[in-house]
T-cell receptor, first 112, second 115 residues
Framework: RKEVEQDPGPFNVPEGATVAFNCTYS??????FFWYRQDCRKEPKLLMSVYSSGNEDGRFTAQLNRASQYISLLIRDSKLSDSATYLCVVNGVTGGGNKLTFGTGTQLKVEL | EPEVTQTPSHQVTQMGQEVILRCVPI?????FYWYRQILGQKVEFLVS????????KSEIFDDQFSVERPDGSNFTLKIRSTKLEDSAMYFC?????????????FGQGTRLTVV
């Protein structure tokens, strides 16, 4: 099993659609979880942290299921500007610092 | 808003040459990292640095690579003898002192092209 696994997509959706991304991780001892967004040839930018209780930020909702080692991201009412690659990121917390492990990313294209 | 800055934005070098990539992390952060992303591939961890020493490194970070914090603000990645396969985007990142639930903030990256 890959350390962090995502469906690479692309997901092509019309503006206004709801889209869901899934991610699984292999290390049950992983401590923290994030969704980052990456635009073409740019740096990853934090979209949101993911908590066991689930969390919402506007149109974005993230869920974590530790038992299944599964993370999800839901985007409602998608906008053209949401087009990007969404990276599932897991922090294993080893040694004296943090090590973020990235999934390959899921590409989203929102179309008119 | 505080940000991580990297220089140069693009570096072209000949195979076998040494390169130094520079980063200025966010000022109150204590953990520093280098990641790389080969074109079309995922972001890969190279090394983390805390309290003036390497805290973890990946298999990619072999003897060709070294990191240094030469002063209170800069954090550098040196590649001693570049290979064609070192061509990638190199991202510097930093995070706050807390260990758990700490996101990392990334610089805009240095695109390294080895010819």
């Amino acid at each position: 099993r890959k350390e962090v696994e995502q469906d690479p997509g692309p997901f092509n959706v019309p503006e206004g659609a709801t889209v869901a991304f899934n991610c699984t991780y292999s290390n049950s001892a992983s401590q923290s979880f994030f969704w980052y967004r990456q635009d073409c040839r740019k740096e990853p930018k934090l979209l949101m942290s993911v908590y066991s209780s689930g969390n919402e930020d506007g149109r974005f909702t993230a869920q974590l299921n530790r038992a299944s080692q599964y993370i999800s991201l839901l985007i409602r009412d998608s906008k053209l500007s949401d087009s990007a690659t969404y990276l599932c990121v897991v922090n294993g917390v080893t040694g004296g610092g943090n090590k973020l492990t990235f999934g390959t990313g899921t590409q989203l294209k929102v179309e008119l | 808003e505080p940000e991580v800055t990297q220089t140069p934005s693009h570096q072209v070098t000949q195979m076998g040459q040494e390169v130094i990539l520079r980063c200025v992390p966010i000022s109150n952060h204590l953990y520093f990292y280098w990641y790389r992303q080969i074109l079309g591939q995922k972001v890969e961890f190279l090394v983390s640095f805390y309290n003036n020493e390497i805290s973890e490194k990946s298999e990619i970070f072999d003897d060709q690579f070294s990191v240094e914090r030469p002063d209170g603000s800069n954090f550098t990645l040196k590649i001693r003898s570049t290979k064609l396969e070192d061509s990638a985007m190199y991202f510097c990142a930093s995070s706050e002192p807390q260990v758990l639930n700490t996101e990392a903030f990334f610089g805009q990256g240095t695109r390294l092209t080895v010819v």
